[in-house]
């Protein structure tokens, strides 16, 4: 039985894949702090570690302890519009935490080790996105990623570990934390309407973006390993139909069977149109049928209606306060007579 680390296996997609890996005969050790995940997210076959990435001892002790075939590494604090925000925040969780595992990972003679990264590592103005296409990011979200993907090709190169890449997008579904207020617009949404609030749409709505049903991305990521053409490669996975966010309130609005009211916030700094081509993960990994966009919406509005909704949390620890959007600035001072702090744009 082969044996499996998931790092953030409490969270959304870390969870879809754990479930993956132990329905394929996996025994399966979940690693995460639970910083933006839940242990009830956590399958009950798996072992679980409440723990951070950024612990290199631990890690070196969980790896030593069960000396892993395989590496599946979705910890991550995925807000690329407060990355801007949050550098030493973003670079240490996202980049120097993949690096301490991808340490282990040679030093414990790793199988393979499968990352999740982003398609925030292309940037703008390159749509359709495919692999062959030069990255450069926006944010230090897509930074962080971009070099966690060139330290796993150097770390092969000179070690022999073998990887493969994943770049999803938009990801919503089943077991989504909805009350991050910073990222996961589908769950942002749905949180909105049920606490009878107005959809917030930062800039005219005219963003365009595909989402992904979970369904459509883990069990690529769970079978990476046992597929000879992943070896060392990288993929776009995800949905592939784009549409604007204005159309996406109205499907969301409209699966939850709530009143659309649209509150227009102030644009931000971001990538107005992102989506991706995915020839070259059906190639490697077969065509399939992806889920509908209605589909997949009615699915996970029908988990959030049975689970409610959820109480998001302030990042308090800004260190760039500059150009920080209005609504996210007004929530951290809401704090002050608490935390003592005030922020000022």
Same mark, same amino acid.
Request: hydrophobic content about 40%; proline content about 4%.
């Given at each position: 039985?082969?044996?499996?680390?998931?790092?953030?296996?409490?969270?959304?997609?870390?969870?879809?894949?754990?479930?993956?890996?132990?329905?394929?005969?996996?025994?399966?050790?979940?690693?995460?702090?639970?910083?933006?995940?839940?242990?009830?997210?956590?399958?009950?076959?798996?072992?679980?570690? $409440?723990?951070?990435?950024?612990?290199?001892?631990?890690?070196?002790?969980?790896?030593?302890?069960?000396?892993?075939?395989?590496? *599946?590494?979705?910890?991550?604090?995925?807000?690329?519009?407060? !990355?801007?925000?949050?550098?030493?925040?973003? *670079?240490?969780?996202?980049?120097?935490?993949? =690096?301490?595992?991808?340490?282990?990972? =040679?030093? *414990?003679?790793?199988?393979?080790?499968? +990352?999740?990264?982003?398609?925030?590592?292309?940037?703008?103005? $390159?749509?359709?996105?495919?692999?062959?296409?030069?990255? =450069?990011?926006?944010?230090? *979200?897509?930074?962080?990623?971009?070099?966690?993907? /060139?330290?796993?090709?150097?770390?092969?190169?000179?070690?022999?570990?073998?990887?493969?890449?994943?770049?999803?997008?938009?990801?919503?579904?089943?077991?989504?934390?909805?009350?991050?207020?910073?990222?996961?617009?589908?769950?942002?949404?749905?949180? /909105?309407?049920?606490?009878?609030?107005?959809?917030?749409?930062?800039?005219?709505?005219?963003?365009?973006?595909?989402?992904?049903?979970?369904?459509?991305?883990?069990?690529?990521?769970?079978?990476?390993?046992?597929?000879?053409?992943?070896?060392?490669?990288? +993929?776009?996975?995800?949905?592939?139909?784009?549409?604007?966010?204005?159309?996406?309130?109205?499907?969301?609005?409209?699966?939850?069977?709530?009143?659309?009211?649209?509150?227009?916030?102030?644009?931000?700094?971001?990538?107005?149109?992102?989506?991706?081509?995915?020839?070259?993960?059906? $190639?490697?990994?077969?065509?399939?049928?992806?889920?509908?966009?209605?589909?997949?919406?009615?699915?996970?509005?029908?988990?959030?209606?049975?689970?409610?909704? $959820?109480?998001?949390?302030?990042?308090?620890?800004?260190?760039?306060?500059?150009?920080?959007?209005? !609504?996210?600035?007004?929530?951290?001072?809401?704090?002050?007579?608490?935390?003592?702090?005030?922020?000022?744009?």
């Amino acid at each position: 039985m082969p044996t499996s680390i998931v790092t953030g296996g409490a969270g959304f997609i870390g969870s879809h894949v754990a479930e993956h890996l132990l329905n394929s005969g996996h025994h399966v050790v979940v690693l995460d702090d639970l910083s933006g995940g839940f242990e009830a997210n956590v399958p009950t076959a798996a072992e679980f570690v $409440q723990g951070s990435i950024m612990d290199h001892e631990l890690i070196d002790r969980l790896f030593d302890w069960h000396r892993f075939d395989y590496v *599946y590494h979705l910890a991550a604090y995925a807000a690329e519009g407060l !990355s801007h925000f949050i550098k030493r925040f973003n *670079y240490g969780n996202n980049l120097i935490g993949t =690096v301490n595992l991808v340490n282990a990972s =040679v030093n *414990y003679e790793v199988k393979h080790f499968v +990352f999740t990264s982003s398609i925030a590592v292309y940037g703008a103005a $390159q749509t359709p996105m495919s692999e062959d296409m030069h990255p =450069v990011p926006e944010d230090p *979200y897509g930074v962080a990623k971009l070099a966690c993907e /060139q330290e796993l090709r150097a770390t092969q190169k000179m070690f022999g570990l073998s990887y493969t890449i994943f770049r999803p997008h938009n990801v919503y579904g089943e077991k989504q934390h909805i009350g991050d207020p910073y990222r996961n617009v589908v769950g942002i949404f749905m949180n /909105q309407l049920l606490q009878g609030k107005s959809i917030t749409i930062f800039g005219d709505g005219e963003q365009q973006r595909a989402f992904t049903h979970i369904n459509d991305v883990a069990p690529l990521i769970a079978n990476a390993v046992s597929v000879p053409g992943a070896v060392n490669e990288t +993929f776009n996975v995800g949905a592939d139909v784009p549409l604007t966010i204005n159309e996406l309130a109205r499907t969301v609005a409209k699966a939850m069977e709530a009143e659309l009211r649209v509150e227009h916030l102030p644009p931000r700094r971001e990538v107005k149109i992102a989506f991706s081509d995915h020839t070259k993960a059906e $190639q490697v990994f077969g065509s399939r049928n992806k889920v509908s966009l209605q589909d997949g919406i009615q699915r996970m509005a029908q988990w959030v209606r049975a689970h409610g909704a $959820q109480e998001g949390s302030v990042f308090e620890d800004i260190e760039i306060s500059r150009n920080l959007p209005a !609504s996210w600035l007004r929530a951290i001072n809401r704090l002050t007579p608490i935390s003592g702090k005030l922020i000022r744009n």
